[in-house]
């Protein structure tokens, strides 16, 4: 660790103002979303929040906006312990919030929809033209108020909501990863607008997970892992390698390693697959590698840079040029229901979105994905008994902490959902084991059993495609570990050797590592 | 755990509809009373123990009310809202009757060719909204009031370039007296019979349980209504499951006018009896999609229908209003629903968190 | 999985089409009740009062029942007559939209069950209905306003009370023709069915006798759809179609989607006008409305339910087919607001003529 980069203790150093957070914890139904989150924001500064997808960064966002109320812990502005119930007292309070996905009304000008809902203010007339023309001119916004929002570009929409929240008195601004859908000369221009936010003394709390623009614009850097704040950075000082390590975590207690098993028998090969999403742009550029039985093939690489579209065109959701064999078959013409009944198990990477029936009970999701196989169907009937009993063993092998099969999947927590998916995965004799993220967001028991199931199959001779931001997890587990970065392969390596700062440098274009 | 299981599904299933229908009598009785007329004498009306003509009318009616929710529902439970069941069994009401009229096919013969003939031209009005909707990605909801339209305008062309003068409107020809069906009368000739086709009711609810709840099929479909990208993941072809769907709904819809076709009717004409594919709609959120709530959403609306006729001859009131009892009622259930099944949720969340201990912390 | 967004708006969109159905179920109910207020439950439907030993009537309405300003209170005002004149009492149903076959029935039969005598049922769609209810009661004797035998057993005790319309049609095409400068007239009918084509025929066969080389145009509402006759922005749309077209009067025979027809006549602005159907539009019409209604095809179901009542009460009950036509008072137009004061004899000569079967009016378009 550099002298820049303090781990652990956050709450050093006294608060002068701005915002400080302190023990925040934040419950959902089995799960936790935040827990012992500590940052303090100076007044006057442009404070990035970085951290991996699922880190906890939006529920602590809405926490600071008043969406949700935390189960624990404080809030101060300015010295003052606050509460919201609603982001209305958060406005008062002087926080106001740009969401990624902007809430504009395309149909109406930019001083209509400034002033919608905070007509209060300055009235609807000239007072409200006048203060947004202020606005607008006093940071260079550049916006013209009776320019209807349907015809501006992505950049000017966001200066908008920006004007909102400064219009309705915001003294501190959240950000929500504001960068994520603007072109580099926007995110230039935007940057030269928060500085000349911060110049008039607004503090700006900046999201994000792209670790150049935080190093630009920041005054501090606080990184969550796991729903958890783990350290702060000074961006003066500290490196793209070590925000990287500290957002997958190298602390962890790792996976051991084990002896390989990996066959001589190709089980799943890929020969330069390509894929272009709806707009043209490649998002999958040449890929090919192969998995063996009994091989684990491990893909690192920051979110976001193609890992998506492969496990989808691998289960056949997307089609893409280039070929795909399955155990020497290629699967070209199978859908997604030929490729899981010739044994690719999947376990997605958002299981809420593509692994489960939230409001169905766990036996009829044991069924899912299988509904064309025992025991989930003879084909043509759900065999409901014969799925029972087996979603019965699915909950004994695998400890999944349910009252009851019975029970709707939502009322599970995360890792009890998890658990039940690998299982299902797992049952029917898979001969490969698609696994996205499988330990994401799971508590560290589940975690490690789930591991555990992995490196059993592994050895009973199934081949394993792991995605995982979890560096450690993939380093762990992996037989070879392959780097993508913006849709294309760019390295490999072997998990023996390999550091996570080795890997961390490569998913990052290979910066300055 | 069970215990609190059972209660839970007894308050759905008793506490949602009871709370919805206190709702509505509350509502009704205040639109009664702006509209100037005795709240006494509204419901003292609604709630007179029916006739026996009552009864049998009020079954007839159920029977087609009950095929057109089915058809709906179908539709609903993987959230494609099929809003065209008027025009699928208008459409298909008349091919049938024009068919059956034609006479091609002897006695009994010619009423199961009908029936086909029914299924396959609701099917296909259907199937027009699944495929613009799987191939040009036009919402249902659009294509399906727009075929109701046209489904409209052509059968008037036909009617008056190929109908049957009948008084003052047009008609089909009537089918044969051998292809007709007398029913069952309960009770005496003057109380008219329960029509024979009231059986479709029954059976198209039975099979359509089956299917939902017990087949491969079915469980695809749920699945998508449930959630869509999990059932891509699992294998299932949302865009077929969307066509098959449309084809079954309007299949189901092609039904709903036949009990009353071989029963009574005889002919496509101007007693043709509209809007039942609308109140249909209106009766599969009563029901929740599902064919048993289904099942008392049509009586009820039934019986609401029949009990509210004499309305304008004895309280002097439109019988109209019942039409604004029967949207408010389903308002309210599905308001009633939404709150008891959250109330519900937290329950149940409070219970597992009890039961499990506190391992929820990470 | 990209191209989900784009479903998920669609599928939100389509929750609020069904709640939005779900409420105009709720809302048509409203709406009817709305319109219902004034006249069903107000103190001064006759049928509250009337306390005589004269016939006891039984009028069961159709859809929209008393206060559509048309047919319906046409009808109710031949039965006030009666209640006045012939010191009878009454009781009165109404038909809901929509509704079925059986619920026809059972309002008949209710009536019959109560001993009434005469039952009319306003409108053509109670025939089927009158035809299965009459031979069961046959000491009663039943009236269908428009009405006809749907099977070939006649019966007795039912009067199928039709008019001439394409006689009154022709009067107010005389009318039309000679008011128009611009030698261009047009129709607007709510429904594509025989019975407004018969209106169209006589319109077109009355202009054409004034002058032969006019031009007419047709428009129809709807097709099949009896919402053709509801339907006030769909009569507005036709009409403005005809005016911007060149025509200066416009002869609606579209029941309530007339009022659109007189919008459109104003929006058109002075000299054009508008001509009404079955009462004298002239007097429900609106003040700004008034000046460009020229005239009204009267179809006298006031004069019908009446004579059937009378009938009744003299012991000599109408039966079989009953034709209201000129001759028989049954059709006529009206004068009010005085713009056809001018070619009043010219319109007169022509009735005479019709009368006394010189001119013989046409039913279907195109004789």
Partial sequence: MSAAVTEGDTTAGAPSGGVVVRDILKQFPGVVANHDVNITIRPGTVHALIGENGAGKSTLMKILYGVQKPDAGTISVDGTEVTFSSPTDAIKAGIGMVFQHFMLADNLTVLENVVLGAERLHGIGDAARAEVARISDAYGFGLDPDMLVERLGVGQRQRVEILKVLYRGAKIIILDEPTAVLVPQEVDALFDNLRELRASGHTILFISHKLDEVLDIADDITVMRRGQTVGEADPKTATKKQLAELMVGSELPSPETEESTVTDHVLLALEHVGVVDDTGRPVLKDITFSIRKGEVLGIAGVEGNGQEELVETIMGMYRGTGRITLDGKDVHHWDTRDRREAGIGFIPADRHKHGLLLDAPLWENRVLGHQTRPPGSNGLFITASDAKADTERIVREYDVRTPSINTNARALSGGNQQKLIVGREMSGDPVLLIASHPTRGVDVGAQAAIWDHIKRARREGLAVLLISADLDELIGLSDTIEVILRGALVGRFDPQSVTPQELGSAMTGGGDA | ?362 | MLPNIEEGILRRLSKIAVVAVVASLALTGCGKNDDKKGSSSGSNDVCKSAKGDGPKVGLAYDVGGRGDQSFNDSAYAGLKKAVEDLKATCVEGEASDGEAESAREDRLKNMADQGLNPIIGVGFAYSDAVNAVAPNYPKINFGVIDGFDPDDKPNANVAYLGFAENEGSYLVGVAAALKSKAGNIGFVGGVHNDLIKKFEAGYVAGAKSVKPGIKIQIKYIQESDLKGFGDPAGGKAAATAEYDAGADVVYHAAGASGSGVFDASVDAGDGKWAIGVDSDQYLTASKTQQPHILTSMLKRVDVATFNMIKSVADSSPLTSYQTYDLAHDGVGYSTSGGFVDDIKAQIDEAASKIKSGEVKVPVKPGA
């Fill in chain 2, 1 to 362: 755990m069970s215990s609190s299981k059972i209660l839970r599904t007894l308050a759905q299933a008793i506490l949602a509809p009871l709370i919805a229908l206190i709702v509505s009598v509350i509502v009704t009785s205040i639109v009664v009373s702006i509209a100037g007329a005795s709240i006494g004498d509204f419901w003292d009306v609604i709630f007179t123990v029916p006739t026996h003509r009552n009864w049998v009318n009020i079954t007839n009616q159920s029977s087609m009310l009950f095929l057109a929710a089915l058809a709906a529902a179908i539709g609903f439970r993987m959230n494609l809202f099929n809003i065209g069941v008027e025009g699928q069994y208008t459409l298909a009401a008349f091919a049938a009757a024009a068919f059956a009229g034609a006479g091609w096919l002897p006695g009994k013969l010619n009423i199961v060719g009908a029936l086909l003939v029914a299924m396959a031209v609701g099917a296909i009005w259907a199937g027009i909204a699944g495929v613009l909707k799987v191939t040009r990605g036009v919402s249902e909801v659009i294509s399906t009031i727009m075929l109701n339209a046209i489904a409209g305008t052509m059968i008037g062309y036909l009617l008056n370039n190929y109908g049957n003068q009948y008084g003052q409107g047009r008609r089909t020809t009537p089918i044969p007296g051998s292809s007709q069906l007398s029913g069952w009368t309960p009770w005496s000739a003057g109380d008219g019979p329960i029509w024979t086709l009231t059986i479709l009711a029954v059976l198209a609810g039975v099979t359509m349980s089956i299917v939902i709840n017990r087949t491969r099929f079915g469980f695809d479909l749920r699945a998508t209504g449930m959630n869509e990208d999990a059932a891509v993941a699992s294998g299932v072809k949302v865009k077929r499951m969307v066509v098959i769907s449309m084809l079954i709904s309007g299949a189901i819809a092609g039904l709903v006018w036949m009990p009353a076709l071989f029963g009574a009717a005889d002919y496509y004409g101007p007693p043709f009896q509209r809007a039942l594919g609308f109140t249909g709609i209106a009766v599969a959120l009563l029901g929740r999609n599902r064919p048993l709530g289904i099942f008392f959403g049509a009586v009820l609306f039934a019986w609401l229908s029949e009990q509210a006729n004499p309305l304008s001859l004895v309280a002097d009131i439109s019988p109209s209003v019942v039409q604004v009892t029967q949207g408010v009622v389903v308002l309210a259930v599905v308001i009633a629903y939404e709150v008891v099944r959250r109330w519900m949720a937290a329950y149940e969340q409070r219970e597992l968190k009890q039961a499990l201990g506190t391992e929820v912390r990470a």
